[in-house]
């Protein structure tokens, strides 16, 4: 579905749905990762998700946000080519692969400097740059 912000969330209310008409259990979260990017469909994804009951996580200016902070606790609001650049300096990634040093141990540092950035995180909330949602999906993780 390409990342379009709207045909993820869409995707995701397709998939819901064929689950309940299927007469499998259905999912107890739904939910979507999207960035802010350039996306000019993101306040009708943030709509349909609202109305549809999906947890919408975004990211902005993009999920590597979120990467950084499992390796350092910077704010600096940064361009995609520059953040692309220090993700890769800062070993996380090979281009859009997860390096296999990956600190996963770190996500609560990230998640603890994902909320200093933005008190104010929701679902469906477009936070300042740089910003990331990502906390409430490792605490539905954790069910809590």
Known sequence: MGKDPLKVVQKC????????????????????LVDVDEHQTLPAAIQLAEREGIWLLISNLKFEAWLRWHAEDKRSALNSAQLDDVVTKLGLVKGKILSQSFPFHQV??????????????????RGPDPSSAMPILVDLLQGE
């Open 13 to 32: 209310v397709e998939k819901r749905d064929e689950a309940v008409q299927n007469d499998k259990e259905g999912y107890d979260d739904c939910v979507c």
């Open 108 to 125: 609560y540092d990230a998640c603890g400097t994902a909320r200093a950035v933005d008190p104010e995180m929701r679902s469906g909330r």
